[in-house]
């Protein structure tokens, strides 16, 4: 077996000549802080006392303007976020409307689902899939799905004229164990897989596995690749750690032991960080990293024990830290104990981070600050009104399962994601549906506080992809997945049609 040691930590701080940031060691906001956090407050007191809204635009979905308000009363600045980055305009204008694009999604019950058996042919879980990055640009539409049992298989989920035509499907038995994440490469050449506590790569040409990473004693629950370096993939699992991997020290051969180029130890649990050796009981799971957008030297992470997120610093040795300041899934939710975030996806314009609560709400934070947003958004139904005016401060969208469906808690295997073009997001659920909202709002975290809600499956949706602004698919732990398309025409049909059921599902507006 071939073994490779790691370099130094150098070798990560020196990714980009940019200098490393300073320690900040104080708990109290910076002017910055500050004046984000004003200019929120700003917008949540104006929004209340605003005129009604101008008839929408007709632009098409993907155009979507920034455009600056200029000062706020306080003297700070409507436009959020660091210079050179997109951000998010605190603006009153126009909106488009979107939502009548959401409800046109439908879902053929013959061309659009596609079953995955086992070979006992027993219907296999499925618990993580990614449509590859050509998806977006119309070239292909290859969607990988990770069973429960270590198959990945590669799908084509184009459009088909009849339900006669077979897609192309080709699979390979990677794993034993359960596939919690897939993430392509930013050329499609290289799929990267989290199956317990390995990271695998797989050459999508030869269809053969390349190398493997094992530094983790826990299930990997996410990995995501440098935005910027195609050669570096960081993973963070239910051991609570986090590695920083460079591929380029793989020697070729698929055993081949290499170590991580940097490591945070126990990234969610401060009390154990600084041990080397922590009992697996006091492990607080890391279940979602994604980079800051712009940059490939800050990491962000969430963690199974509570709604704080957390800001590495890669470029420095010891992996300087920022956090969210106060945990909203207590402060903002009405909760008298904290619930984990199981999943993390980038908002629109990159300037707001949408996390999954275990409690079934969607907290959305601040990218530049990690502070929870201070709009308030109440779930219809669930809340009294005189009790939601008491928590005006509050943050999160409705709850992603409607209170006649479903009350429990999600599992951490649902997930969240955002389309391509960042103005939807979707979310899973336990209860077989999936649940679509419009992000767009130049103005606040939600366009409309009623999702547009996606059902068709048996069983709870865990996984979720976007090929592109028109197309999702949705993976269900019984084993299908169903592709969702928008055609306006085909849903006006759909519900205009008495026996339309037979043949298709589409879209509700709750």
């Not at 024990?305 to 956090?323: H, P």
């Not at 409607?402 to 599992?411: H, K």
């Amino acid at each position: 077996m071939a073994t490779i040691e790691s370099p130094t930590r150098k070798t990560l701080a020196n990714v980009t000549n940019t200098p490393r940031l300073a320690v900040n060691h104080s708990k109290k906001r910076t002017r910055r802080h500050t004046e984000e956090h004003d200019a929120l407050l700003d917008l949540h007191e104006t929004s209340k006392k605003s005129a009604p809204l101008e008839k929408p635009i007709s632009n098409p979905p993907d155009s979507h303007r920034t455009v600056s308000a200029g000062p706020s009363p306080r003297g700070c600045h409507r436009r959020l976020g660091h210079p050179g980055r997109a951000t998010l305009s605190v603006l009153s204008t126009r909106r488009c409307a979107a939502r009548p694009l959401l409800e046109s999604f439908v879902s053929s019950q013959t061309m659009d689902v596609h079953q995955f058996r086992n070979d006992d042919n027993e219907a296999s879980s499925i618990l993580s899939c990614a449509y590859s990055n050509g998806s977006n640009r119309e070239k292909e539409t290859q969607l990988a799905v990770g069973t429960g049992r270590g198959k990945i298989e590669i799908i084509d989920t184009s459009e088909r004229d009849s339900c006669e035509s077979t897609p192309s499907r080709w699979s390979i038995q990677a794993y034993d164990g359960p596939i919690f994440d897939l993430q392509w490469n930013k050329d499609d050449v290289t799929l990267a897989a989290a199956c317990e506590s390995t990271l695998g790569l797989i050459d999508i040409s030869t269809q053969a596995l390349t190398g493997r990473f094992d530094a983790h004693t826990a299930a990997i629950k996410s990995i995501v690749w440098d935005p910027n370096d195609p050669a570096i993939i960081s993973s963070g699992g239910r051991d609570g750690n986090i590695y920083v991997w460079d591929i380029r020290l793989h020697s070729g051969a698929y055993d081949a032991k290499v170590s991580p180029a940097m490591t945070i130890k126990q990234a969610h649990n401060p009390t154990f960080r600084k041990k080397r050796n922590v009992p697996q009981s006091t492990s607080k799971s890391v279940t979602s990293i994604l980079y800051v957008p712009n940059s490939s030297q800050q990491l962000v992470s969430s963690g199974s024990s509570d709604g704080i997120l957390l800001k590495w610093d890669l470029r420095s040795v010891k992996a300087t830290m920022e956090e969210t300041p106060e945990d909203p899934t207590v402060a903002y939710s009405g909760s008298k104990r904290p619930r984990g975030i199981t999943s993390l996806a980038l908002g629109s314009n990159d300037s707001l981070i949408y996390g999954l609560g275990i409690d079934g709400m969607v907290y959305p934070y601040l990218t530049s600050t990690l502070y929870a947003h201070p709009s308030a958004f109440h779930s219809t139904g669930s809340r009294k009104d005189d009790e939601m005016e008491s928590q005006a401060s509050s943050a999160y969208l409705p709850p992603t399962e409607s209170q006649t469906e479903q009350r429990s808690s999600l599992s951490f295997s649902n997930k969240l994601a955002t389309s391509p073009c960042g103005r939807w997001l979707s979310t899973g659920g336990t209860c077989g549906n999936a649940y679509l909202y419009d992000i767009s709002s130049m103005s606040d975290v939600v366009f409309d506080r009623k999702p547009v809600i996606l059902s068709g499956h048996s069983q709870g949706v865990d996984a979720l992809s976007w090929a592109s602004s028109e197309m999702l698919a949705l993976c269900s732990y019984g084993g299908t997945v169903r592709v969702w398309r928008a055609d306006p025409s085909q849903a006006r049909r759909c519900r205009e049609e008495s026996d339309a059921e037979w043949h298709w599902r589409w879209a509700n507006a709750s």
